[in-house]
């Protein structure tokens, strides 16, 4: 059996405006995956509710925009990072090499989720003013990452638009990751 799809973008994300939700769920299915999960763009970024506007009314302004009720767990902006706010503190080689190190333990603490997904997320940001990036520098912190996913039964998503490596990709099939 395939494995679930646990981040899907529907065109309620900024980064997949020509998505559709109801094609997205016909495809799924067509395709026989088990389950998917939307992951949508939109707990501190306002957005067009389109058809959420009758089913989350409390959450649509009079000028048709979806905005989630405000997230007040405190201390959450101080905990979850992103990568590039961090470059400024931090080698760009400790960013990654955190990011790696808390995979496995990510993967060690849930089996709630089929997919690990932007495994080089901190590559996305990677600074203009560092080395260029070079994954054989982070040749064993990819691979304890990919083994604890593999390990798992999970799978790497491999993004179309900024694809992985290919040297990753080997050392994902090298550590016990199935084939796509």
Known sequence: MMPADSHVHSEWSWDALMGSMTATCAKAAALGLPAIAFTEHVDFTPFRAGELKDTYPQFVGDDGILRAPEFDAEGYLDAVAE???????????????????????????????????????????????????????????????????????RAVEVSARIPLDPLILRWWIAEGGARG
């Open 83 to 153: 990568p590039y706010a961090l470059y400024s503190e931090q080698a760009p080689e400790q960013v990654l090499g955190d990011y790696l190190a808390e995979i496995p333990r990510m993967m060690a603490g849930s089996s709630r989720f089929d997919v690990c997904t932007h495994i080089d997320y901190p590559l996305r940001t990677w600074p203009r003013h560092a080395r260029p990036f070079d994954p054989g520098g982070h040749e064993d912190e990819f691979r304890l990452a990919l083994r604890a996913v593999a390990d798992g039964g």
